[in-house]
């Protein structure tokens, strides 16, 4: 089904299920401990071996030479795989590393081999007397160093100009001109990358972590060397991801070597501490903002440059994204350049470009409204577009932004905030109050599903798309449920699978409205079925209460699918309404934080948020991913920091005690209200991404509000008590 006019009533607006708050149905098995993750598949893999990898203890440089004869001696051992002795290995083209080393080395903690043997212990052990000579060689690591003449980066966007800014900026009444970083961050999510990898001749199995099958898929083929056909990617269950799992990471394709060497099935789990420095990160940036308005506050002039970095190849953070969209000016610069550094590899995090472009240009609007000595709340809704600034001939698809500004604003009691810093007491503390919108792109990708009745009238989904702990499952049961007039409890959801129709994945919090829309195609598809197998006219039949009707005929689902039941198979694909229309996500976050006098702790007390995302499938779970979001954006705001070791080039802090994320204690109540509006331009569901919404801006709302508790503007993230002091 290609969507490409704006989507009419269907039956998903009947909000029998869809709209409604639905505890996930895959939580039962959560809470119990029986999900099966990657790792505890062991019913899968009788006789599986261990696999513990070693990485490299250099940053930059050449294995010179590799002795693993004392490690293959050690006890249990079965076989170790290095580049001496893999065999012919692609490199994906998404990959920027690769994933086994040898003999030049990219980064710190690349993999540079695998060491399989009868139990983990024996692996770890063994693994630690794999001697490993290197050639060290000279690398770049600091950011504020490699900067100095980065190019433009590569892709789309990286370079707009509109009108003339440096005339505009020059003759601006009000300016700001100020400079933020961001520091390198991790995913960090609870579930480490792990793979079990079983070969049956030469067709290979991989039970893994992974929020993108098809591309797992597509990257194994490119690396092995072996066609997609001869590989199965099962992926049911992700204990979170963040971005670090939408491509397949050295487990796994050290697992697929590893039982190719073993002639077993080989489980293999990345230690926690070498998440940090083996996988992908979220880079540092460099962001300069200049923003130049008149005295109402109108803005005339926005620029926003940023840098970050990545190896050779890699590709940019994306900060300068929302600052093409987010406000209206008539002169307007945005660049992003890319320095080469020999970090690990930089990648997608979460909210990837926005969420650390926020975290400048929202502070850059604070520090313009207190020079226009304006409400910041006021500011962002004078300068609200209805319109891509850049192209005002394309519109926005559903915009509510000056909404959510206004009803956050009242919700949370905006005007008892003081605009000058350093006024609101509560015993030791300042208190403080502070704003930031909310903004995040909005995209839809393609995505397919096969939905079948069986004679005993269940529902069953099947897709390749993954829950990594978001709600899928429960979205795709609704969605199922609305379309084939069946209670939830009639629907079965199977993901997660290579053999199940390609969907669109977990990513850019486009999971969500593109996996529902390509199981409506399918129930649509099966819809028609149906009926023509019955002589009802498709267009005309319901289904509603297990029954499908036409006039005065009804016959029971079940009776209608027959002894061998009935499917339907579709994918949704998005045409032009995505390019006719910028489509995005808004909201707004208010929060109040305190900041101890005398220490300079800095404590959120408040956070809250108004929020436009079309419509809601879920109340439930979409407000758990808002909060999520919200919680990534305090820790982003006041602890995340991944240390580079400039000397070494690796990330110091590589586990979870010196890497700091929010606990419970850090992340006080938090109330979300969604809009929930329909955008009739996105998809047949009429919504649009969650996932990573709640996260952009929450960072900036939060060093706002340290800034209105006690007067200092800190630029550099994260927020610490010494940058206060
Ligand atoms: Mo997201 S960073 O595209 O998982």
């Known amino acids: 089904m290609k969507f490409e006019t704006p989507a009419g009533t269907n039956p998903i607006d009947q909000r029998r299920v869809i709209g409604k708050p639905t505890p996930r149905i895959d939580g039962p098995l959560k809470v119990t401990g029986t999900a099966p993750y990657a790792f505890e598949r062991n019913d899968v893999a009788p006789g599986h071996a261990y696999g513990v990898i070693v990485g490299s203890a250099v940053a930059k440089g050449r294995i010179a030479r590799i002795d693993t004869a004392d490690a293959a001696r050690a006890p249990g051992v079965i076989a170790i795989v290095t580049h001496e002795n893999a065999g012919k290995l692609g490199k994906a083209k998404a990959h920027t590393a690769t994933m086994l080393a040898g003999p030049m080395v990219e980064h710190y903690d690349q993999a540079v081999a695998i060491v399989v043997a009868e139990t983990f212990e024996q ?8 001697r490993v000579d290197y050639a060290r060689a000279k690398g770049r690591y600091d950011l504020a160093a490699a900067k100095a003449g980065a190019p433009i980066a590569p892709g789309d966007k ?20 100020a400079t933020y970083t961001t520091p390198d961050q991790s995913h960090t999510m609870m579930e480490p990358h792990a793979t079990i990898a079983a070969w049956d001749g030469d067709t290979v199995t991989l039970w893994t972590s992974n929020q993108m099958i098809a ?6 083929s490119e690396t092995l060397l072996i066609p997609k056909e001869k590989i199965r990617v099962v992926s049911p269950y992700v204990g979170g991801g963040f971005g670090g799992k939408l491509w397949v990471r050295s ?10 060497a073993a002639k077993r099935p080989v489980k293999v789990a990345l230690a926690r501490a070498q998440i940090m420095n083996n996988t992908t990160h979220r880079p540092a940036t460099i962001q300069r903002i200049r923003l130049g308005a008149d005295r109402t506050g109108k803005i005339t002039a926005i620029a926003h440059q940023t840098w970050s970095g990545d190896l050779p190849g890699g590709g940019p953070e994306t900060a300068a994204n929302q600052t093409q969209l987010l406000y209206a000016g008539a002169n307007r610069l945005t660049e992003t350049r890319l320095a080469v550094l020999d970090l690990p590899e930089a990648n997608a995090m979460r909210a990837p470009g926005e969420a650390p472009g926020m975290m400048a240009l929202e502070v850059a609007m604070d520090e313009l409204a207190e020079k226009l000595g304006m409400d910041p709340v006021r500011l962002r809704i004078l300068n609200d577009t209805q319109v891509d600034p850049e192209k ?5 698809s559903d915009r509510h932004l000056v909404r959510c500004l206004e009803e956050g604003a009242q919700r949370f009691g905006w005007a008892r905030r003081s605009a000058t810093p350093g006024k609101m007491r509560d015993g030791r503390w300042l208190v403080g109050m502070g704003v930031a919108a909310a903004f995040r792109n909005n995209m839809n990708m393609k995505s397919g599903a096969r939905v079948g009745v069986d004679r005993k009238g269940m529902v069953t989904v099947a897709t390749d798309m993954t829950d990594i702990g978001t709600g899928s499952y429960t979205i795709i049961a609704q969605t199922a449920a609305e379309m084939m007039g069946v209670p939830l409890d009639k629907v079965i959801v199977l993901l997660g699978d290579s053999r199940f129709p390609e969907s669109a994945g977990s990513g850019g919090q486009w999971g969500g409205n593109s996996s529902t829309a390509g199981v409506y195609a399918a129930c649509v598809d099966l819809r028609r079925r149906i009926a023509q197998k019955l002589g009802f006219d498709a267009d005309r039949a319901t289904f509603a209460d297990g029954k499908v009707s036409d006039g005065g005929r009804s016959v029971d689902l079940a009776k209608a699918a027959g002894d061998d039941g009935i499917s339907g198979e579709d994918t949704i694909e998005f045409g032009r309404l995505n390019d006719d229309y910028a489509q995005a996500t808004f909201g707004a976050h208010f929060v109040e934080a305190g900041v101890d006098a005398h220490t300079g702790e800095i404590r959120v007390r408040r956070m809250s948020g108004v929020y436009d995302a079309g419509r809601i499938l879920n109340p439930v779970s979409a407000r758990s991913q808002v909060i999520g979001g919200m919680s990534m954006g305090i820790g982003a705001a006041l602890m995340e920091d991944a240390v580079v070791d400039p000397r070494f080039g690796y990330f110091v802090n590589h586990d979870l005690a010196e890497y700091h994320v929010p606990v419970h204690l850090d992340v006080p109540h938090q109330e979300v209200v969604f809009l929930d509006t329909l955008d009739d331009k996105t998809s047949p569901m009429k919504a649009k991404g969650v996932g990573e919404l709640g996260m952009c801006g929450a960072a900036a709302a939060v060093a706002n509000a340290v800034y209105n508790a006690c007067g200092v503007r800190i630029r550099d993230y994260p927020l610490t008590l010494d940058k206060v002091l």
């Open 392 to 396: 005002p001939e394309r519109p926005f």
């Open 251 to 260: 487990d796994a394709v050290m697992a697929a070597l590893a039982a190719r």
């Open 158 to 177: 990286m370079k707009t100009a509109v009108g003339d800014f440096a005339r505009a900026f020059a003759a601006a009444p009000v300016t700001v001109d």
């Open 123 to 130: 692996a770890r052990d063994a693994a630690k007397r794999v």
């Open 215 to 220: 591309w797992a898929v597509r990257d194994m």
